[in-house]
């Protein structure tokens, strides 16, 4: 699959596009899906985000997270074209607790979700997976290596993370275009091939 135009070069909807794919951008609170959302997106992304406020202080763990003074309410949307007949519609959703119902609706038509994974609070992750699994999504991992952060092996993410053997895991940096658009590449050709067995 080759890569979509940049931002600057396309905002509409090449004419050439014959399917579209709606997939989730999911993690726990603070983990890049804004970020990641704006690297990949060809058109200017919408974002519902807002400024972080003392309301937040004993609901929203921020801890580990000195510099992050916004958060999504809503969900981050984008579109990126993987190749002249494929476009992927993204919805970065909300990362706390609370917003758990409103991931539900943004789920409703989606092929799968990409699930992004700091190193640094993998706890947490264990929710995220466990909203998706209850709810019957497909799901690929990549984990956002971010700056100063340990790297660890993948096995060791997927044994902490008690992946199943065929799910996808990958790694990359939510600010780094190219590497966002590889581990996409990998959940779509994951989600394809998943619905092709089944249809066996």
Not at 61 to 89: H, Q, S
Request: with cysteine.
């Amino acid at each position: 699959m080759g890569s979509a135009p940049s931002r600057s070069e396309v905002d509409y909807l090449p004419a050439t596009i014959t399917k579209s794919v709606k997939l989730l951008v999911a993690g726990n609170f603070g983990v890049g899906k804004t970020t990641f959302v704006n690297s990949v997106s060809e058109i200017k992304p919408l974002r519902t985000e807002e400024t972080i406020t003392e309301n937040s202080i004993g609901i929203d763990d921020v801890a580990g997270l000195r510099n992050k003074t916004t958060t999504t309410v809503a969900m981050d949307f984008g579109r990126i074209t993987l190749n002249p007949e494929l476009a992927l519609y993204l919805f970065g959703t909300p990362g706390q607790q609370r917003f758990v119902p409103l991931w539900e609706e943004l789920a409703r038509g989606a092929l799968g979700a990409l699930v992004l994974v700091d190193t640094r609070r993998i706890e947490q992750s264990d929710e995220v997976l466990s909203v998706l699994e209850e709810r019957g999504v497909q799901y690929s991992v990549a984990v956002n290596e971010f700056e100063g952060a340990k790297r660890y092996p993948l096995a060791e993410i997927r044994d902490a993370l008690d992946l199943a053997e065929g799910t996808p895991l990958t790694a990359l940096d939510a600010r780094d275009r190219r590497t966002c658009v590889q581990s996409l590449i990998t959940l779509v050709e994951f989600l394809f091939h998943s619905r092709q067995e089944t249809r066996i």
